[in-house]
């Protein structure tokens, strides 16, 4: 039997290399890209504009497969959690999270994670494997469906993309790559290439070849001032040291004009990084690396060593960081109710009873608070 070509996460010059060889011309890209990510159609017998001889062709030679939506859960903040099933049976975790106008889309690169870092339950897991470029834009397409479409495009529910979901996203280049590429393609998603952030813990290699294929934000997971305490909670430093790892971010900024910044990741974890001679030794670090800080307080989950520091001592670190006049931010935790706050993706379907209902039912109320409950 002819193994089918699956469209799905494919960049427009794969697309366009498909149709040529099909014997259509190029402009079929466009269209099919439209009907997938912009109309939500993934059955080839309703992309009305296709001749009936394309769409047997399409069907005979093409798929356009999708992983299986095991769980779609809804925190009573807005934050939406989807758990996806992938063929041989792994599962992976996306998070939507709404911020008034704005609505991000935490998506994962890989299952599991081979990095090992102390604090994140998606590393204690360990490494499955990569995700597939068309397992990335899956997630993006699921969550975006979960809306429906759109009546105006220009009204899209999602707005921000960032690969901060499980996995480190440039030790599953080529396909993270291509990925981005249909989330910024006008045709597809047409995500602003300023709201779509990759998140990586610091392979310093890979982030100057990044350079050479994507021009997206660049968030580092730093978490540590210092290389002894950073090799012991973010174990890919003992490979890449940090003065490594911040020359390959300013090679990456040097690449694009418009680019003035990287984000600076730092989870708090309570008396081990946060204490106020961290918070000077990051001043010194980074006082002339371009960048703003985002502190996240530690998220705990089962068998976690660590702890969240209290909001004071969140509040100190922050304060002596502005003081200095780093653009500090301190992450809210979001979706917690549903473990999809950052660090607690570990794409499992919990024990607990479905929530689900109650929780739409909830977060329906929160939306409609004048309304008669259904
Ligand atoms: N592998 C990439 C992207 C995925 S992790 C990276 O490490 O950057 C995304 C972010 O979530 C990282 O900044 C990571 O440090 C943070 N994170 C992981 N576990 C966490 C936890 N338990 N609490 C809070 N943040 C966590
Ligand atoms: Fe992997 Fe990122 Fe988790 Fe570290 S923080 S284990 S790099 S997913």
Redesign the pocket.
């Known amino acids: 039997m002819q193994v089918k070509t699956n469209l799905l996460g494919m960049t427009r010059e794969q697309l366009d290399a498909f149709f040529i060889e099909l014997g259509e011309k190029k402009y079929r890209t466009k269209q099919l890209m439209q009907w997938v990510y912009q109309r939500q159609v993934v059955d080839f017998d309703q992309m009305t504009d296709f001749s009936k001889k394309l769409r047997d062709k399409l069907k005979e030679q093409a798929s356009l497969d999708m992983p299986k939506v095991v769980l779609q859960d809804f925190s009573t903040d807005g934050t939406r959690k989807f758990v996806l099933e992938l063929e041989g049976g792994n599962r992976v975790e996306t998070v939507f999270i709404p911020e008034g106008q704005r609505g991000t889309l935490c998506i994962s690169s890989q299952v599991g994670?081979a990095?090992?870092?102390q604090f994140?339950s998606?590393?204690k897991q360990g490494f499955f494997r990569d995700l597939k470029a068309s397992e990335i834009i899956a997630q993006v397409w699921i969550a975006a469906a979960s809306f429906g479409v759109p009546e105006n495009l220009g009204h899209r529910p999602i707005t921000n993309i960032v690969l901060m979901g499980?996995?480190?996203p440039l030790l599953n280049f080529k396909a993270t790559v291509d990925a981005m590429h249909v989330m910024l393609d006008d045709f597809a998603y047409g995500v602003s290439k300023r709201r779509l952030t990759l998140s990586t813990?610091g392979i310093a290699p890979k982030i100057r070849e990044l350079a050479e294929h994507a021009d997206v934000a660049l968030a580092l997971?730093l978490h540590a001032p210092n290389d002894e305490l950073r090799d012991e909670i973010?174990p890919?430093n003992k490979k890449y040291k940090i003065a490594e790892v911040l020359d390959a971010c300013r090679y990456y900024l040097s690449k694009f004009s418009e680019r003035k910044r990287v984000i600076i990741e730092y989870v708090l974890l309570d008396n081990v990084n946060d204490k106020i001679e961290h918070a000077h030794q990051m001043i010194e670090l980074l006082k002339d690396f371009p960048c703003k800080i985002n502190l996240i307080p530690f998220n705990p989950f089962p068998h976690a060593p660590y702890k969240r520091p209290n909001g004071q001592r969140i509040q100190k670190f922050k304060d002596i960081l502005s003081q200095a006049g780093f653009v500090t931010t301190v992450r809210t935790t979001r979706g917690e109710d549903i473990d999809a706050a950052c660090?607690q993706l570990v794409g499992q379907v919990e024990d607990k009873t479905r929530r689900s209902q109650e929780w739409q039912a909830a977060v329906w109320k929160k939306m409609n608070p004048n309304a008669e409950s259904v």
Do not use: A, N, P
């Open positions: 994670c990095l090992d870092c994140c998606t590393g499980m996995g480190e813990s997971s973010v890919i660090g």
